[in-house]
T-cell receptor
Framework: DAKTTQPPSMDCAEGRAANLPCNHS???????VYWYRQIHSQGPQYIIH???NNETNEMASLIITEDRKSSTLILPHATLRDTAVYYC??????????????FGKGTLLTVNP | EAGVVQSPRYKIIEKKQPVAFWCNPI?????LYWYLQNLGQGPELLIR????????DSQLPKDRFSAERLKGVDSTLKIQPAELGDSAVYLC???????????FGPGTRLTVL
């Protein structure tokens, strides 16, 4: 699976949009971009995933560049409860015994009042 | 609907002692995962089950770690004997299918003294 690069930390003001970048320059054509987040002392939580097109759900939006080498997770109106480590994972959707998510260190997003 | 249940939440043992962690996945989820998370790192997959079958245990240190998922529902992860380096959070996750989003439990924090 392609490796990802994320900034180690970011700050955001409460009520503002949080834009979390992720670089995945070696992504292959069949690899998806997944985002999970982990609030302190909890297990990771799935946010969103996409292949080529931009995606939106009740939690966030995912913007993938046309060349697919980078993406941005957008939390439109960040709240204090969005303070967490955000993981960007690039992963093939194919199956087999090697199917697994590989988590990096992620980005610690701190939402400030 | 109940999420993934793990017990205990915290465990403190002395080195060389055995320890076991229990996980009850979300009802109907065929795939179950055990992850290890060291401080400041993302989760790392130890083993993945499809129903009763362990389809990926390549990262499980089999000299001291064992796991089982009898009847394809709940699962137990055991360490015997524990070493100081095993101090970490052990996370259980489940999904409907291996291609679906994973739902994580709160984890068990193990401290080996």
């Amino acid at each position: 699976d392609a490796k990802t690069t994320q900034p180690p930390s970011m700050d955001c003001a409460e009520g503002r949009a949080a834009n979390l970048p992720c670089n995945h320059s070696t992504i292959s054509g069949n690899e998806y971009v997944y985002w999970y987040r982990q609030i302190h002392s909890q297990g990771p939580q799935y946010i969103i995933h996409g292949l080529k097109n931009n995606e939106t759900n009740e939690m966030a939006s995912l913007i993938i560049t046309e060349d697919r080498k980078s993406s941005t997770l957008i939390l439109p109106h960040a709240t204090l409860r969005d303070t967490a480590v955000y993981y960007c994972i690039v992963h093939t959707g194919s199956g087999g015994s090697n199917y697994k998510l590989t988590f990096g260190k992620g980005t610690l997003l701190t939402v400030n009042p | 609907e109940a999420g993934v249940v793990q017990s205990p939440r915290y465990k403190i043992i002395e080195k060389k002692q055995p320890v076991a962690f229990w996980c009850n996945p979300i009802s109907g989820h065929n795939t179950l995962y055990w992850y290890l998370q060291n401080l400041g790192q993302g989760p790392e997959l130890l083993i993945r089950y499809e129903n009763e079958e362990a389809v990926d245990d390549s990262q499980l240190p089999k000299d001291r770690f064992s796991a089982e998922r009898l009847k394809g529902v709940d699962s137990t992860l055991k360490i015997q004997p524990a070493e100081l380096g095993d101090s970490a959070v052990y996370l259980c996750a489940s999904s409907l299918d291996y291609r679906d989003e994973q739902f994580f439990g709160p984890g068990t924090r193990l401290t080996v003294l």
